[in-house]
């Protein structure tokens, strides 16, 4: 944090006219002000605390028992704060002695946040002060002034918190009053360029820099090409969000409370191209999806390598959101009892090179992200495809359940696309309401993705009823429910091999919905060969339909297998 100069300023303006020997004194350009006709002089009032705004960190401070520490966040100016700790005994005392003139008056003030915070004065040679305040969620000013004996020459300030309460901030303190001796903190100054701009590593979307330290700066910013600066405190980053094979320039300039230094001489540096894999390991024709849980909810615990061999496409549930709109990352929970996640990356591994399919699905019932610009489209398809790079995904599954916005999402995998290349899997698993018409922002987002889009696994479950594509209304829990349902998407534009039908794997897989596999196994005919059906019949059949989809590998498995096991090895022998 820096001092408010602009409040000490306007203070003397307000005090630095006095009534002596009934003479008004005038302040002239030096700092003096004239007295009367005499011609004697006198300085205006100043900040006599040093490191008022912690810059230079506990410089010019003590703080009892280890109990202060200098914090970049959150400050209320410039770049640092106090931050101290009471502990047992220790209030978390942190005091300054400074320099001032006898029988003078003293404004003394500071800004806090936080625990229980005192502000005072000791030593004053009259009566010395304090104020205080309880706890503070923003940022309070404290006030109070004191006059100093005849024979003062300095005193103690001090803050401090209260035993066993949360810790407190202090930033901005100011000391107003005639100088002591001891003069006041300099006005920074806009600090030097920095040199030594260099780039490191490089990946397909991301340039590693370094410099070296600039005296004075308490941050920098990194520039792109002129523009888009971002701010670091340190003296390296990782600029991300770049596009692959691209070259770019980079600068970097140095701050502080004073200023922006001028930008350092530009660095370039290339990302690296993409490799397009190819077809990878295809999708079969007729193919079995699941979603493997990456959390413990009473369903059975696996593995990777414990789903079972009958799904092809499996789906890691789920990657989180982050602060950064569109973003996402993937954190595998200690609870599915994986040693390291070098080993669960091997056992990513070890299903593609058996042929299997694994992507990364985002979203779920808790689960958000938001794609609503173009911003938080980039920073999705940039995330997901480091997943991918990371951990081996071969694609990505869009289970948001909390709408969408199509427009956006598009561009989203569009972009996430272009960097995958042809071998990525992107698969979908909307809710019944989703899919009801055209006009739907699930049903534009997979029409728009159609060239792309490998299957669409509507969940036929925690539904209700739904219209079929003849207009009438179909209950869940049916071989009608499932066919009707799927004629719409059938009609509306997908291909039959982008479309699967997606339910639970036990009847504690979902809330409503579950069916029988034999109902599963009647409506996958129905619809590929035109037998099994109940009162709905399709006016055609589909042979290619790409199969079915499970809600989980897990429930599955607590169940015994009894879903994969009965509806894996239909899915594989229709047409």
């Known amino acids: 944090?820096?001092?408010?100069?602009?409040?000490?300023?306007?203070?003397?303006?307000?005090?630095?006219?006095?009534?002596?020997?009934?003479?008004?004194?005038?302040?002239?350009?030096?700092?003096?002000?004239?007295?009367?006709?005499?011609?004697?002089?006198?300085?205006?009032?100043?900040?006599?605390?040093?490191?008022?705004?912690f810059e230079s960190g506990l410089t010019n401070w003590a703080c009892s028992a280890g109990s202060g520490a200098a914090v970049s966040s959150p400050v209320r100016t410039?770049?640092?704060?106090?931050?101290?700790?009471?502990?047992?005994?220790?209030?978390?005392?942190?005091?300054?002695?400074?320099?001032?003139?006898?029988?003078?008056?003293?404004?003394?003030?500071?800004?806090?946040?936080?625990?229980?915070?005192?502000?005072?004065?000791?030593?004053?040679?009259?009566?010395?002060?304090?104020?205080?305040?309880?706890?503070?969620?923003?940022?309070?000013q404290l006030t109070t002034t004191f006059t100093t004996g005849a024979s003062t020459t300095s005193v103690q300030i001090y803050t401090h918190g209260w035993y066993g309460t949360s810790p407190y901030l202090v930033d901005d303190v100011s000391v107003f009053g005639p100088d002591g001796g001891g003069g006041q903190d300099p006005d920074p100054v806009v600090p030097a360029t920095p040199a030594g701009l260099a780039a490191g590593t490089v990946t397909t979307n991301s340039v590693a820099l370094s410099w070296g330290a600039v005296s004075g700066?308490?941050?920098?910013?990194?520039?792109?090409?002129?523009?888009?600066?971002?701010?670091?405190?340190?003296t390296s980053t990782t600029v991300t969000g770049l596009s692959a094979d691209t070259a770019y320039q980079f600068q970097v300039a140095a701050t502080n409370s004073a200023g922006e230094s001028a930008k350092s001489s530009a660095v370039s540096a290339r990302t690296a191209k993409t490799t397009d894999p190819g077809p990878g390991p295809a999708v079969p024709k007729h193919a079995l999806t699941g979603y493997w849980q990456n959390f413990n909810n009473g369903a059975a615990v696996q593995k990777l390598r414990d789903v079972q061999a009958q799904y092809d496409i499996i789906a890691v549930s789920f990657a989180d959101s982050t602060a950064t709109p569109?973003?996402?990352?993937?954190?595998?929970?200690?609870?599915?009892?994986?040693?390291?996640?070098?080993?669960?990356?091997?056992?990513?591994?070890?299903?593609?090179?058996?042929?299997?399919?694994?992507?990364?699905?985002?979203?779920?019932e808790k689960g958000n992200v938001t794609i609503n610009s173009d911003a938080s489209a980039t920073?999705?398809?940039?995330?997901?495809?480091?997943?991918?790079?990371?951990?081996?995904?071969?694609?990505?599954d869009i289970d948001l359940e909390h709408g969408i916005n199509s427009t956006y999402l598009t561009k989203a995998l569009r972009q996430l696309s272009a960097k995958a290349g042809s071998s990525m899997v992107l698969t979908m698993a909307p809710q019944t309401i989703d899919?009801?018409?055209?006009?739907?922002?699930?049903?534009?987002?997979?029409?728009?993705?159609?060239?792309?889009?490998?299957?669409?696994?509507?969940?036929?479950y925690n539904s209700g009823s739904m219209l079929g594509c003849d207009g009438k209304v179909y209950s869940q829990?049916?071989?009608?429910?499932?066919?009707?349902?799927?004629?719409?998407?059938?009609?509306?534009?997908?291909?039959?091999?982008?479309?699967g039908l997606g339910v639970p794997a036990s009847t504690r897989g979902a809330g409503s919905g579950y069916v029988d596999p034999q109902?599963?196994?009647?409506?996958?005919?129905?619809?590929?060969?035109?037998?099994?059906?109940?009162?709905?019949?399709?006016?055609?059949?589909?042979?290619?339909?790409?199969?079915?989809?499970?809600?989980?590998?897990?429930?599955?498995?607590?169940?015994?297998?009894?879903?994969?096991?009965?509806?894996?090895?239909?899915?594989?022998?229709?047409?």
């Not at 739907?440 to 969940?459: C, G, P, R, S, W």
């Not at 006016?539 to 009965?566: E, H, I, K």
């Open 519 to 575: 109902i599963v196994k009647n409506a996958l005919d129905c619809l590929t060969r035109g037998t099994g059906c109940g009162t709905f019949k399709p006016a055609q059949t589909w042979p290619s339909l790409r199969g079915a989809m499970t809600w989980s590998t897990n429930w599955d498995a607590t169940a015994g297998n009894a879903w994969s096991n009965a509806v894996g090895p239909h899915v594989h022998n229709l047409p």
């Open 477 to 499: 829990g049916s071989v009608d429910f499932l066919t009707a349902l799927a004629c719409i998407q059938l009609q509306g534009g997908l291909a039959p091999s982008q479309v």
């Open 78 to 140: 410039g770049a640092g704060a106090l931050r101290a700790t009471p502990a047992g005994l220790d209030n978390a005392k942190c005091v300054q002695t400074v320099a001032v003139k006898p029988n003078s008056t003293y404004k003394l003030s500071a800004w806090v946040q936080g625990g229980y915070a005192y502000l005072g004065a000791t030593g004053t040679g009259t009566t010395d002060v304090s104020t205080w305040t309880p706890d503070s969620a923003a940022w309070k």
């Open 435 to 460: 899919m009801q018409n055209t006009g739907t922002e699930y049903f534009k987002t997979a029409l728009a993705v159609k060239d792309i889009l490998t299957v669409v696994n509507m969940q036929y």
């Open 1 to 53: 944090m820096h001092v408010d100069r602009t409040t000490t300023r306007r203070e003397a303006t307000a005090q630095g006219r006095r009534w002596l020997g009934g003479a008004l004194a005038l302040a002239v350009g030096s700092g003096l002000v004239l007295v009367g006709g005499a011609g004697t002089a006198q300085a205006a009032d100043v900040n006599v605390a040093k490191n008022a705004g």
């Open 379 to 396: 920073a999705f398809a940039n995330s997901t495809y480091a997943l991918m790079q990371e951990y081996g995904f071969n694609g990505v």
């Open 217 to 234: 700066a308490t941050g920098y910013k990194v520039y792109r090409d002129g523009a888009n600066p971002q701010t670091v405190s340190g």
């Open 326 to 364: 569109g973003q996402i990352v993937f954190n595998l929970d200690p609870a599915v009892g994986y040693a390291s996640v070098a080993d669960f990356k091997a056992d990513i591994a070890a299903k593609k090179a058996a042929g299997k399919s694994v992507i990364i699905s985002v979203g779920g």
